[in-house]
């Protein structure tokens, strides 16, 4: 089982090449009939379908879907090992994607906040820098993505510096903070983190997660020329 996982660790680094995301889940999946209940398998099972439903291009029922697999595989992973911050950090992640499939409104509805928060709090608590800053990315997000009057600019940007602080590389931190200050009517500043976003090659901390957001920084770059 071990070799299994190790496998699957060395095609996280490579996710976004074609056909090596079906070859980690069948690592991971076989790893899993050998022992349903071990932590590291779960939590890199919640990690990989968080990925999956974090993919811009997927349908809102395949996020929700997946994202809300994510979510039990880490609580899993939690209930397993409460002192692991793996498992509450992508059942946080997943929730996250799940709410933003079904609609943030009906998110709300089911309790999803306080059940959101209370995952990634634990995260936090045990390692703040896990991720690479994705724990203030996720923060982040979160205060940003509220409706009014949930939603929280001053949190939301205290946030996403404190991810591009612990990691200065943070392509997606940048990214969302460059929605933020659109949002909030700050073009020029969002333009500069969106190029600071693009000045370097991925690979100074993972490389198809820093793909994936620079395609989005482009995105963003393009429509605010127009």
Do not use: C
Request: charged share 35%.
């Amino acid at each position: 089982m071990a070799t299994l996982v190790s496998r699957s660790d060395e095609q996280w680094k490579v996710r976004d090449e074609p056909g090596v995301l079906d070859q980690m889940r069948a690592e991971l999946e076989r790893a899993q009939k050998l022992a349903p209940d071990d932590y590291g398998v779960l939590w890199r099972l919640a990690r990989l379908d968080f990925w999956v439903s974090d993919d811009p291009a997927l349908p809102e029922e395949d996020r929700s879907r997946l994202g809300k697999r994510a979510w039990e595989l880490g609580d899993r992973a939690a209930a397993v090992n409460p002192n692991g911050v793996e498992g509450w950090y992508f059942a946080a992640l997943g929730m996250g994607n799940y709410s933003l499939g079904i609609g943030i409104l009906k998110a709300l509805g089911q309790g999803i906040e306080g059940k959101f928060k209370e995952r990634l709090s634990k995260a936090e608590k045990l390692d703040p820098r896990y991720h690479e800053g994705g724990v203030y990315n996720a923060w982040g997000r979160f205060y940003f993505k509220l409706p009014w009057p949930k939603y929280d600019a001053k949190k939301s940007e205290q946030n996403l510096r404190k991810s591009i602080q612990l990691n200065p590389s943070n392509v997606r931190g940048r990214v969302y903070l460059a929605e933020l200050y659109i949002k909030e009517g700050h073009p020029k500043e969002a333009r500069k983190l969106l190029e600071e976003a693009l000045a370097h090659e991925p690979g100074a901390y993972d490389a198809p997660e820093e793909r994936r957001s620079q395609k989005r920084a482009r995105e963003l770059l393009a429509e605010l020329k127009h």
